[in-house]
């Protein structure tokens, strides 16, 4: 069914809030963050935006969410492209840098989660699980095929997701900053995948 105009607009905006939200909640952090700077980066005031959340933690969810549906598509669209477990990984992290220092960004970095409530909580940390175990799932088809170098799955996961994931947290949207990110990142990240006799 197509949007209707008011839709459009609608979530036009709610995009805007979330990404002026996250770039304040990266700046600040939760507690150093109000509604009115966020509707302060947005030419509104901050009533305005009790139309599109009830209130700060609704928003750092939301935040959150839209970090986490980026992060799955991004993994999605570099898989659904073939090629070895390592070219996929190395695509994966360009597309997801990609798409936090591009457009769909900035994204809110999840540091804040133990302050949302239960519900919310329980489903992002369930996101962040099933990302990194399709992540790691990747990279131990990369250590059955021989295109990446044997490691602990886990414990390479959470370093590569973890450098990965802190980009919003010092990039401040220059556009130097993330051309260099793009072009050295994926290299940086995934170098040491290779096994010894590739590199």
Wanted: include cysteine; aromatic fraction near 8%.
């Amino acid at each position: 069914m197509a949007r209707t105009a008011e839709e459009s607009r609608f979530s036009l905006q709610k995009d805007r809030m979330l990404r002026a939200a996250a770039r304040c909640f990266n700046q600040k952090g939760f507690s150093g963050t109000s509604l009115k700077d966020v509707a302060g980066q947005l030419g509104l005031t901050d009533a305005a935006l009790y139309y599109y959340v009830r209130n700060k933690e609704e928003l750092v969810y939301l935040c959150y969410l839209k970090a986490a549906e980026l992060g799955r598509a991004a993994l999605e669209t570099a898989t659904a492209e073939g090629g070895t477990a390592l070219e996929r990984i190395r695509r994966y992290l360009h597309l997801h840098a990609e798409f936090m220092l591009g457009e769909p960004g900035p994204v809110a970095i999840m540091s804040e989660i133990p302050s949302l409530k239960t519900e919310h909580r329980e489903e992002i940390l369930r996101l962040s699980r099933e990302h990194s175990a399709r992540f790691e799932a990747l990279l131990r088809e990369g250590i059955d095929e021989g295109s990446i170098a044997p490691c602990d799955v886990r414990m390479t996961g959470n370093a590569i997701m973890g450098a990965l994931n802190w980009i919003p947290k010092w990039h401040h949207g220059d556009p130097d900053v993330a051309r260099q990110v793009l072009a050295s990142f994926p290299d940086i990240l995934s170098r040491g995948l290779v096994p010894a006799g590739s590199r």
